[in-house]
Structure formats: structure tokens, C-alpha cells
């Protein structure tokens, strides 16, 4: 309790550094390259391309979903796993990365995952608004749904923000925590049903171990809002499992916060 | 004389040291793995006033560095306590914590920015902080296309110029050619003659300490074995 008190506490009391060093952060990845910021939007364009491409030419399995097409199937679950791949590694990644702000300065270490964060969810934005003129261009106004989007979205920031934090902290004192992670990163891709409906697999118990990943519990929340056409509320189940693998998350990141916040600064 | 501004009290820093990053690793899980334990600091404990200047002498592993990242608040004591009143300014290593990608202007914005200083009074020290640091045209290029030495002109520049109440300084002015290190030091004796601000100077040149500090403390292996004035610190350190 007294962890999470510490974190919050810094977090008041740099909330101005935060938005500067996120700030800071997106102009940085970007810079030093001609392009700059539009592979922001390429690497995501091309990607998507590849699977829809895939699936509804090679696979022969890309038909269209709920009467939608599954390109705006695709692109609707595909949009917010930029963000969620992102952090499971560039959040674990995070701390080392930013390992002069440790070593050299006096820092509160669990603000760095956040302005990690909030960076790059600010390509997630621009990307969501992307998605939303797509859906338009196909004929698909935005309607009163959409209004979900936030809460979705602060799920998902909330979520892979106190990930990161874990993660950092670990990767910080191990790098093979942080292959690790990397080596998972695909698979975590491929398991949670990004790029095909979960809810077609027909075992159960394959189904119920993915309702607590949340990965597939934020895919399928914004599948709510652009394909599904329903109600947080109508999916208690799905909000039940998040609080539960939210609550495991803090305990995990308190545990590790209070175990290395003192030594990290010695071993990096 | 004046209020404490930082005080050490019984300070004991141990660093623990694995067998390799695996067995640090395993030893979040269990109190069983092994290690050997080093003793940077050993029950260190001294009192430092405002307006003081301070020279800290050792040989390499003295724990000179441990005393002064514990003063920065980058690392925590293992026992004991360490109080500090004051905005810390250290020039650790002077080069660290740029952005290479941004330029030097962008850079002194940033680092500003982390200290927590506000925008306003950032806008008033940056033509002081640019005019010291003497690095032309080269202000608003990428930091990644300097040199050391104006990497080092830069992190000193800001370092001096934030008005800091306690300035750390650690090997630092060795860098650069004479005139910059002549003007560094014109500008910290400028700083100094308030006497509001503290001085904390880490060398093993015992020249350069006279010349910024009267008081000097002598470490050995983590310890304490002289406090007092300058003149004798230094004979005691040589002798």
C-alpha cells in the first residue's frame, strides 16, 4: 500500500516532467531519420497490409466478419496492438534505455514507464484516427459506440503502464528477462487472437485461459466498439477478468518496485 | 556558523556482489544465493554547512563516488541516513544524460525540464548557459555531432548556471582547453562568494582543491581518516 502511495506521490510531483520527457521521447524516436515522423504510420500500414493480404488471398480464410469486412475487422483489433506490442517490449525495455535518468540524476524511477507510455500513445491516437476515417471511407459513421473508446483505451494504458514498470525493473537487473519478453512477443501475437476471432476456438479451456489475457480482452473491446456494436456492461465477464489480471499486475509491480527501487541505480 | 545542509549519520554502503547477472537475478526469489559484500562507505558520518567548500581526496575505491551519489539522491545508503537540504547541481559526468538527436539548445530545455525548473526562469538562464558555453553556430546542431570537450562545455554550462545550492563537482574541470578551465574556474569562485552556495569537490590533484576548498576530508577504504582544514587534509593525504 505505502508502494503505491510512493509512486503516486511522484508522479503528482513530476506530473510537468512527465508530459515534457514524453513529449521529448516521441520527437526522439522520429528524429535523425528523413522521413521522421511518417514511419510512424508506415511500419503499422505495412504491416497491416501484409496480413490482410494474407489472409484474404493466401489463406483463403479472410470472409467477412459479423457482415463487416475483414479488412475492418482486422485493422480494428490490429490498431491497439501497436500500442500493447510496444510495450510489452519497448516497456521492458524502458528503463535500461533510459538508464542516464537512473545513474546520473535524481529521478523517481517508476515515472519513467509512464512518460514511455503516454509517448507512445500518442501514435496510438493518431492511428485510431486513422482507423476511424477508414471506417467512414467504407460507409461506417461513427456512432454512439465510439464513446467507449476512451474507456478502452485508459484500460489499455493502465494495464501495459504498470507492465512496463514490472518489467522494467526486471529487464533493469536481468537481461534475459528482457529476451525474454522479446522471444514471447510473437507468440503472444499469435495466440491472442489479433488476426482471428477468439471466440471460433473450439476448445473451452483454451478460450478461458485467453479471457484473462489482455491482450485479447482490449482487442476484443475495441472489436466491441467498431464491429460488435456493444456495451462494455454487456460483457461483465470480460471487465471481471480485467480487474482480476489488473489487480495481479499492481501486486506484481508493488513487489518488485519495493524489492529494487534502491539497488537498480548499483547494478546498471 | 551556519544550518546543516548536509548531514551523513552512521552511513554504511554495502554493494552486493554476485557471481554473475544470473545469480543476482535468482536471488529475487531466494535468500540463498551467495554473495560477497563490499563496503563502499563504512559508518561514514559528517556534517556540512551552508557556504562550505569541501574536498573530498582518496585513491581509487576510496568511495569518493558512493558518498557523492548518495548526496544526489541517485543511490540510498544500506544503513544510516542522509540528509540534504538543497537543489543538488552535479557534474558527475558532464557528457551524460544528452540527447544526441537533439540540439544543444533542445538539450538545455530537457535537462532544465527534469530538474524541474519552470519554463519562464529556463528562458532567462539560457542565453547565460549558451554564452558560457561558447559553442557558436553549434548551439542548435544534434548534440551527437560535438565533440567531448563540447559536451562537456555544454553539461558544465548548465550545471553552473541554474544557480544551484550545491554544487558537486568531480573531475570535471580537468576537461577542455586553459581558457575554458580558467573561466570555469573564475565561475565557480563567483558562485562561491555568496556563501549560499556549498561546494563539494572530488580530485586527486591536491592543487585544485586548494584552490576552491578549506576544508578537506581524507577517505580511505570507506572511511573517515581526516577532517579538517585544507592545508593539513592535504599533508595528511600526501604524507
Known amino acids: ?268 | 556558523m551556519g544550518e546543516p545542509v548536509i548531514i551523513f549519520d552512521h552511513v554504511t554502503k554495502r554493494y552486493k556482489l554476485y557471481k554473475n547477472d544470473r545469480a543476482r537475478f535468482m536471488s529475487l526469489f531466494s535468500k540463498r544465493v551467495r554473495y560477497k559484500e563490499n563496503r563502499a562507505s563504512n559508518d561514514l558520518s559528517f556534517t556540512i554547512e551552508k557556504g562550505e567548500s569541501v574536498a573530498f581526496l582518496g585513491k581509487n575505491g576510496a568511495g569518493k563516488s558512493t558518498i557523492l551519489k548518495m548526496i544526489t539522491g541517485v543511490s540510498y545508503p544500506t544503513e544510516g541516513e542522509v540528509i540534504v537540504n538543497g537543489r543538488v547541481s552535479a557534474l558527475l559526468e558532464l557528457a551524460a544524460g544528452f540527447n544526441m538527436e537533439f540540439t544543444g539548445r533542445e538539450n538545455i530545455y530537457l535537462k532544465c525540464n527534469i530538474m524541474g525548473i519552470d519554463e519562464r526562469e529556463i528562458k532567462n538562464l539560457e542565453e547565460d548557459i549558451v554564452k558560457f558555453a561558447e559553442l557558436g553556430d553549434y548551439i542548435d546542431q544534434p548534440v551527437r555531432t560535438y565533440s567531448s570537450g563540447m559536451k562537456a562545455r555544454l553539461g558544465f554550462a548548465i550545471n553552473v548556471n541554474i544557480d544551484p545550492e550545491i554544487l558537486i563537482i568531480d573531475e570535471a574541470l580537468s576537461v577542455g582547453d586553459r581558457n575554458f578551465r580558467k573561466k570555469c574556474t573564475k565561475k565557480v569562485k563567483e558562485i562561491m562568494r555568496d556563501g549560499d552556495v556549498t561546494l563539494l569537490f572530488v580530485t586527486h590533484s591536491s592543487s585544485d582543491a586548494k584552490a576552491f576548498c578549506d576544508r578537506g576530508i581524507v577517505l580511505e577504504k570507506g572511511k573517515v581518516k581526516f577532517d579538517g582544514n585544507i592545508d593539513e587534509a592535504i599533508k595528511f593525504y600526501e604524507g
Not at chain 1, 171 to 196: E, K, Q
Not at chain 1, 211 to 229: E, Q, S
Request: aromatic content about 18%; charged content about 15%.
Open chain 1, 1 to 268: 500500500m505505502k508502494t503505491i502511495q510512493t509512486i503516486i506521490l511522484d508522479h503528482v510531483v513530476y506530473k510537468k516532467q512527465i508530459l515534457k520527457l514524453a513529449k521529448a521521447d516521441v520527437t526522439k524516436t522520429y528524429r535523425g531519420s528523413a522521413f521522421g515522423w511518417a514511419w510512424a504510420i508506415i511500419k503499422p500500414v505495412v504491416t497491416i497490409f501484409v496480413f490482410w493480404f494474407a489472409f484474404s488471398y493466401g489463406l483463403r480464410g479472410g470472409k467477412p466478419v459479423d457482415g463487416y469486412p475483414y479488412f475492418l475487422w482486422l485493422i480494428a483489433g490490429f490498431i491497439p496492438w501497436f500500442y500493447m506490442s510496444e510495450m510489452i517490449t519497448g516497456g521492458a525495455a524502458c528503463i535500461r534505455a533510459n538508464s542516464h535518468m537512473v545513474t546520473k540524476m535524481k529521478f523517481p524511477i517508476s515515472v519513467i514507464p509512464t512518460f514511455t507510455s503516454i509517448s507512445k500513445l500518442t501514435i496510438h491516437i493518431i492511428l485510431l484516427a486513422i482507423v476511424i476515417v477508414i471506417f467512414m471511407l467504407f460507409g461506417y459513421a461513427p456512432d454512439i459506440y465510439y464513446l467507449q473508446i476512451p474507456l478502452y483505451m485508459l484500460m489499455m494504458v493502465l494495464w501495459f503502464t504498470i507492465w512496463a514498470l514490472f518489467a522494467g525493473l526486471l529487464s533493469a537487473i536481468s537481461r534475459d528477462f528482457l529476451n525474454l519478453v522479446r522471444a514471447f512477443s510473437t507468440a503472444i501475437f499469435w495466440m491472442s487472437g489479433i488476426i482471428y476471432n477468439v471466440n471460433n476456438i473450439d476448445v473451452h479451456w483454451i478460450r478461458v485461459i485467453l479471457n484473462y489475457n489482455p491482450v485479447t480482452i482490449i482487442a476484443n473491446g475495441y472489436r466491441h466498439i467498431f464491429i460488435d456494436k456493444t456495451w462494455f456492461f454487456e460483457d461483465l465477464m470480460g471487465m471481471r477478468c480485467y480487474f482480476i489480471v489488473l489487480l495481479v499486475m499492481i501486486v506484481l509491480a508493488c513487489w518488485a518496485y519495493k524489492k529494487l527501487y534502491k539497488e537498480i541505480a548499483d547494478v546498471m
